[in-house]
């Protein structure tokens, strides 16, 4: 015979906060008082995992990203944007600039916010 389970609490609600290093604790300890519970998955900024990514080339790592969610070769998207191949590639490697206007036309056929591209 199955024993009942406990029922998972549904009215829940995660919080995130930026603040103060030195009075992380005295904020965790105060939460906890409140009934919160401290969640530290150990996680850290992105940018300290991926060292690599600058600024400069992090809107191609994003186009890179959005192509490859789309399952677009640099081609396919080339023949959809009507943007040399060769151009995509420079873009995705962070040696061409992509201007406003290059990025409207690359989140329309990519189907996210140009502003990714920026």
Same mark, same amino acid.
């Given at each position: 015979?199955?024993?009942? /389970?406990?029922?998972?609490? /549904?009215?829940t609600?995660e919080?995130?906060?930026?603040? @103060?290093a030195?009075?992380?604790?005295?904020?965790? &300890?105060?939460?906890?008082?409140?009934?919160f519970e401290?969640? &530290?998955?150990?996680? #850290? @900024?992105?940018?300290e995992?991926?060292?690599?990514?600058?600024?400069?080339? =992090?809107?191609?790592?994003? =186009?890179?990203?959005?192509?490859?969610?789309?399952?677009? /070769?640099?081609?396919?998207?080339?023949e959809? /944007?009507? #943007? @040399?191949?060769?151009?995509?590639?420079?873009?995705?490697?962070?040696?061409?600039?992509?201007?406003?206007?290059?990025?409207?036309r690359?989140?329309e056929? =990519?189907?996210?916010g140009?502003?990714?591209? =920026?």
């Amino acid at each position: 015979m199955l024993e009942p /389970t406990r029922k998972p609490l /549904t009215d829940t609600v995660e919080l995130c906060f930026h603040g @103060p290093a030195a009075k992380r604790q005295e904020a965790v &300890d105060y939460l906890r008082g409140l009934g919160f519970e401290a969640k &530290d998955a150990g996680s #850290i @900024p992105w940018r300290e995992a991926f060292p690599e990514i600058t600024d400069a080339t =992090l809107p191609g790592v994003c =186009l890179r990203g959005a192509r490859a969610r789309e399952g677009l /070769t640099q081609k396919q998207l080339s023949e959809r /944007t009507a #943007i @040399p191949t060769r151009h995509l590639s420079e873009m995705e490697n962070g040696k061409r600039p992509i201007g406003k206007a290059m990025a409207k036309r690359l989140g329309e056929a =990519l189907g996210v916010g140009y502003k990714v591209f =920026l």
